[in-house]
Antibody, heavy 119, light 108 residues
Framework: QVQLVESGGGVVQPGRSLRLSCAASGFIFSNYVMHWVRQAPGKGLEWVAVISYDGSNKNYADSVKGRFTISRDNSKNTLYMQMNSLRAEDTAVYYC????????????WGQGTLVTVSS | SYELTQPPSLSVSPGQTARITCSGDALPKQSAYWYQQKPGQAPVLVIYNDSERPSGIPERFSGSSSGTTVTLTISGVQAEDEADYYCQSADSSGTYVVFGGGTKLTVL
């Protein structure tokens, strides 16, 4: 079945780095634009980043621009998020999401992975 | 920065109609989407392109648009509809994706 599975979350100290992965299955991964969306504990959803089909185009929320890097490996059906210079305010559940229409319509979501930034 | 505005909460009795609004200046130009999120779960798309319903979503969920406001309507609310609902769209340039603050729907 169509599925996204995130991994790589955990507890990390402020200023350190972490890399998240999102493994896709059940669909042709390279045919879809992909996104990361996060949700701080008890808060709403916040869009983080988007990457085009082939990885040539990327865009980021201002809150993570210059610190986070989205990438993908279509040969491995996997989406990534490299997170550097982490801050306490980056603490959240991070979801990867498939874009149904290439217009930021998130039809498939992973179960999420929790990132906690704390000393 | 661009914002989408939703009411924080809404309470309805079973069988009644719930209407959740979302306001934003760019909504006449950009498509709107609605997501349902239950505690501890990932969001689920319930409406796309303002008023389209994905397969598997009950017919009681519908969407509409008028000017700078889009509305999610749940007709004949059921206990299982109790959840947080988020609208989502993009700014006028289509560069940034934005979520509304979310509406907590309580079924009395």
């Amino acid at each position: 079945q169509v599925q996204l599975v995130e991994s790589g979350g955990g507890v990390v100290q402020p200023g350190r780095s972490l890399r998240l992965s999102c493994a896709a299955s059940g669909f042709i991964f390279s045919n879809y634009v992909m996104h990361w969306v996060r949700q701080a504990p008890g808060k709403g959803l916040e869009w983080v980043a988007v990457i085009s089909y082939d990885g040539s185009n990327k865009n980021y929320a201002d809150s993570v621009k210059g610190r986070f890097t989205i990438s993908r490996d279509n040969s491995k059906n996997t989406l990534y998020m490299q997170m550097n210079s982490l801050r306490a305010e980056d603490t959240a559940v991070y979801y990867c999401a498939r874009d149904l229409t290439s217009n930021a319509c998130f039809d498939i979501w992973g179960q999420g992975t929790l990132v906690t930034v704390s000393s | 920065s661009y914002e989408l505005t939703q009411p924080p909460s809404l309470s309805v009795s079973p069988g009644q109609t719930a209407r959740i609004t979302c306001s934003g200046d760019a909504l006449p130009k950009q498509s709107a989407y609605w997501y349902q999120q239950k505690p501890g779960q990932a969001p689920v798309l319930v409406i796309y392109n303002d008023s389209e319903r994905p397969s598997g979503i009950p017919e009681r969920f519908s969407g509409s648009s008028s000017g700078t406001t889009v509305t999610l309507t749940i007709s004949g609310v059921q206990a299982e509809d109790e959840a947080d609902y988020y609208c989502q769209s993009a700014d006028s340039s289509g560069t940034y994706v934005v979520f509304g603050g979310g509406t907590k729907l309580t079924v009395l």
